[in-house]
């Protein structure tokens, strides 16, 4: 059942607590660390785009359109809606002649509360490019266009894209197709669900140059190299995913799903991190992940500092006074 891991602290009281469970296992499938139940299946959400974007870029999307690494890590983003974020849309919707009428993502208000402050200022509304989920829909458009196939029907599960997308998570995760559960992600697409010790041994096999005797290796590559070179492309300014890797992308590559789901590979150890928080509340992941990384000796504790409002959060009333902070409270076993 899930454990404690991350305390709410207003004065000296604990006010709210944080439970989940955490899968951290090698390229092996060998469990290093479990807390809770590591055989938890729980929805990948938006934690799946890397395994997503591989799907299209076996479909030589790069090489045909002449895709760049900042593009890649949109097709893999949530990104926030600012202005980079939608010049490089622009740039790759031209690239692979694609309009926004064909993507099916939906429409919602830039993440980033300063571009959705612009954009009002404007007098405009929100368009499909401002959904996190564009980029990623862009490549799969791209992606079947390659393949011949209806453009229309991209998002249903059964279009050859989704198809090689299922089948992709099924190797990466070493899980049967027939075990996996499906479900609608908020953005129309499929996704899927897994044991949470699985999740993690997707993200392990990501960094393993030599998962599947290198079937995915270029696809791998793009990938890791573009979230880690282009960190602010796979969220944005102020965000989780993006400092971790703008900080630490030398050594790890990470992605946040919605429903507190966060998923992180150690690059040159082959080894994943899979985390699910139980009440799905965001607040704990930054915490939780932080403090992984520092109790494995990937990041250290002086390091963890540049991240301090990630790691240990202050809880901040309406007039900026700092009244409590959030902490994590757990030990890895």
Known sequence: MPVKLVEVIRGNTVES?????VAIVNSKGEII???????????????????QAIAALE???????????NEIAIMV???????????????????????EDMLKCGVHEPVNREAARQLALAGESPTRLHCNCSGKHIGLIAASKLKNADVQGYHLESHPIQKDIKNIISEFCNVDLEE?????????????????????????????????KGKYSKSQNYVISA?????????????????????????????????????AGIIGKNIGIAIKID????????????DILIQMKIIDKSEAEALINFWKPPVVNHNKVTVGKIRPVFKLK
């Open 227 to 263: 979230m880690t070179m282009y960190p602010e492309m796979v969220a944005g300014k102020g965000r989780l995913d993006t400092e971790i890797m703008r900080n630490f992308g030398d050594r790890v590559i990470s992605k946040m799903g919605a429903e507190g789901i966060y998923c």
């Open 59 to 69: 479909t030589g999307i790069v090489e045909e359109y002449g895709l760049g690494l």
């Open 17 to 21: 607590i944080h439970k989940g469970d």
């Open 279 to 290: 009440d799905g509340n965001s607040r704990a992941v930054g915490p939780a992940i932080i």
């Open 77 to 99: 983003s949530s990104h926030s809606g600012e202005q980079e974020h939608i010049r490089t849309i622009k740039g790759m919707m031209e690239k692979t002649g694609i309009n």
């Open 33 to 51: 660390h479990e807390l809770g139940n590591a055989g938890r299946v729980a929805f990948f959400r938006s934690a799946g785009k890397p395994l």
């Open 180 to 212: 996996m559960e499906t479900g609608i992600d908020g953005c129309s697409l499929p996704i899927y669900a897994v044991p949470l010790k699985n999740m993690a041994l997707s993200y392990a096999n990501l960094c393993d140059a030599e998962f599947n």
